[in-house]
Nanobody, 121 residues
Framework: QVQLVESGGGSVQAGGSLRLSCAVS????????MGWYRQAPGKQRELVAQVTSGGLTNYADSVKGRFTISRDNAKNTVYLQMNSLEPEDTAVYYC???????????????WGQGTQVTVSS
């Protein structure tokens, strides 16, 4: 069974830092792109950062220069280092991974349950 489990969320004051982790477990043929999304109250879910299997990254404009996404392919884990946090970063953060479970299947999106990040002013 495939699972994505996030950790590292919590509360921090403005200017602080948090590091999110997401571990993918289960029998998986290939892990393609991985990423982090977030959804704040009253807003649409948005892409925060993503990283391909080859290490190419993409960030939302609002977090460029503050957040860094990385992955450990040996552990099937993706990280999000968040620095200089702002109250606007407050949201539920969701881990996402494009997984190919077997050689006969195409890649499909899988999601974690989400972890709350709260930044106080």
């Amino acid at each position: 069974q495939v699972q994505l489990v996030e950790s590292g969320g919590g509360s921090v004051q403005a200017g602080g830092s948090l590091r999110l982790s997401c571990a993918v477990s289960g029998r998986i043929f290939n892990v393609n792109a991985m990423g982090w999304y977030r959804q704040a109250p009253g807003k649409q879910r948005e892409l925060v950062a993503q990283v391909t299997s080859g290490g190419l990254t993409n960030y939302a404009d609002s977090v460029k220069g503050r957040f860094t996404i990385s992955r450990d392919n040996a552990k099937n884990t993706v990280y999000l280092q968040m620095n200089s946090l702002e109250p606007e970063d407050t949201a539920v953060y969701y881990c996402n991974a494009d997984l190919r479970l077997t050689i006969r299947r195409i890649g499909e999106d899988y999601w974690g349950q989400g972890t709350q990040v709260t930044v106080s002013s």
